[in-house]
C-alpha cells in the first residue's frame, strides 16, 4: 500500500484556473516536501515543512501556496494557472527535516495546463 | 549555485553486465550524495547515499565518493531487467539541507 498519497494521479486545468493537489503521508513523519519535475529538467524542490511549519521556500512566485491542516497533510494550491505550470508535482517526506534524512515520494500528480 | 550533471543519459545493457552511472558536482563542500531510483509513472526512490571520501557497498550496488575530483559514481552488479529506470543522483548542501538533482540517466537492461 502506497504510504504517501498524492491526488489526484492526473490533472487538467485552463490557463488562468486554480487547483489544489492532495498530499498524505502515513509514515508517521514529521517533515513533508513539495517537488516539480518538468520535462527535460532536474527535479526542483519548492517548500519544506517541519512539524507543519514553513521552513523553506524556493518556489518565486506567490501563486504556489501549501497549506498544512494536519502533520501528515501538505496540499499545494496553484493559483492563476500558466501552461508553463504543466509538470508532475511530487510530494515527499522525511522523518526529521534536514540533515541526513532520506526522502520518500508519493507517485505525483500529473497537471497539464491548457 | 550548486550544479549537477550525470552521464551518460542513456545506456543500454545486456542482463548480468556490471553498469556504471556517473554523477559530478561542483561544490566539495557538498555534506552528501545520494542515488534514487525512479520508475516510469513513479516517484524517486532512494537508493544508496555517501557522506564521506571512498565507497560504500549494499548488496548489489556501490557508490564511490572522490571529493577532490567532484566526481561520484553508481556501480550495479548483476543487473536485472527490474533495475531498468532513470538514475537520479542528488547532492545535498546549505543550511537549508535540500537536494540539488541530476537530469538523471534512463538505465535499460536488455533479457
Known amino acids: 500500500d502506497p504510504k504517501i498519497i498524492q491526488k489526484p494521479k492526473y490533472l487538467v486545468a485552463v490557463t488562468g484556473s486554480e487547483k489544489i493537489l492532495i498530499c498524505e503521508q502515513y509514515?508517521?513523519?514529521?517533515?513533508m516536501y513539495w517537488y516539480r519535475q518538468s520535462a527535460k529538467k532536474p527535479l526542483e524542490f519548492m517548500f519544506s515543512?517541519?512539524?507543519?511549519?514553513?521552513?523553506d521556500n524556493q518556489t518565486a512566485s506567490s501563486r504556489f501556496q501549501p497549506q498544512s491542516s494536519k502533520k501528515n497533510h501538505l496540499d499545494l494550491q496553484i493559483t492563476a494557472l500558466k501552461p508553463d505550470d504543466s509538470a508532475t508535482y511530487f510530494c515527499?517526506?522525511?522523518?526529521?527535516?534536514?540533515?541526513?534524512?532520506?526522502?520518500?515520494f508519493g507517485a505525483g500528480t500529473r497537471l497539464s495546463v491548457l | 549555485q550548486e550544479k549537477v550533471q550525470q552521464s551518460p543519459e542513456s545506456l543500454i545493457v545486456p542482463e548480468g553486465a556490471m553498469v556504471s552511472l556517473n554523477c559530478s558536482f561542483s561544490?566539495?563542500?557538498?555534506?552528501s550524495i545520494w542515488w534514487y531510483q525512479q520508475h516510469p509513472g513513479k516517484g524517486p526512490k532512494a537508493l544508496i547515499?555517501?557522506?564521506s571520501n571512498g565507497n560504500k557497498k549494499e548488496g548489489r550496488l556501490t557508490v564511490y565518493l572522490n571529493r577532490a575530483s567532484l566526481h561520484v559514481s553508481l556501480h550495479i552488479k548483476d543487473s536485472q531487467p527490474s533495475d531498468s529506470a532513470v538514475y537520479l543522483c542528488?547532492?545535498?548542501?546549505?543550511?537549508?539541507?535540500?537536494?540539488?538533482w541530476g537530469s538523471g540517466t534512463k538505465l535499460i537492461i536488455k533479457p
Open positions: 547515499s555517501i557522506f
Open positions: 515527499a517526506s522525511s522523518p526529521d527535516w534536514g540533515g541526513a534524512n532520506t526522502l520518500y
Open positions: 509514515l508517521g513523519h514529521n517533515a
Open positions: 515543512y517541519s512539524y507543519q511549519k514553513l521552513m
Open positions: 561544490d566539495s563542500a557538498s555534506q
Open positions: 542528488a547532492v545535498r548542501r546549505g543550511s537549508n539541507y535540500q537536494l540539488i
